[in-house]
């Protein structure tokens, strides 16, 4: 699932903030697109096996595909809900079960103070490759759909 909101950048708020909800699942508001590996170690603190990455626009991950075992989206939702307000994403951690990672690409793309970003999430049963970023202009995030 993919979805597009404004992110603000600067400001002195901090890069990102991530917070629990009372139904367990995992608020995530991204205020600047820098240090994805340490977001992605307090969301291991908080339970939930993941590799995050940012993807500037005009570019992807490779190699791809980056798993050589999905779970099917429909076995595995690991939804990301758009943000009401802000910059904030939700996520259920239940949806990754034991051996599994969630995988979170966060695309943006700054423009004035301004980033678009979208996210891609996915579920592995197995190693994930690590993000090498490449040029590929329009890109969609997650797995080549070819």
């Known amino acids: 699932m993919a979805v597009a909101v404004p992110l603000v950048f600067g400001g002195g708020a901090p890069a990102y903030a991530i917070t629990r909800n009372a139904d367990g699942t995992i608020q995530i ?3 600047e697109a820098k240090n994805p590996k340490a977001l992605q170690a307090d ?3 908080m339970g ?5 990455d940012f993807i500037p626009n005009g570019k992807r991950c ?8 999905w ?4 076995e595995a939702k690991l939804t990301v809900f758009p943000p009401t307000e802000g910059s904030a994403f939700t ?3 239940a949806a990754v079960k034991e051996g599994q990672t969630a995988v979170l690409e966060f695309g ?9 970003a979208g996210v891609w999430s996915g579920i592995s049963n197995g190693p994930v490759a690590e993000c090498t970023l ?3 202009p329009g890109a969609p995030l997650g797995p080549d759909p070819a």
């Open 29 to 31: 508001s991204i205020n």
């Open 43 to 45: 969301l291991e603190k």
């Open 48 to 52: 939930l096996r993941a590799v995050v």
């Open 62 to 69: 490779s190699p791809q595909p980056r798993s050589a075992s």
């Open 71 to 74: 779970v099917p989206r429909e």
């Open 91 to 93: 996520i259920d951690p």
């Open 108 to 116: 943006f793309n700054q423009n004035d103070g301004w980033a678009v």
């Open 134 to 136: 490449v040029d590929s």
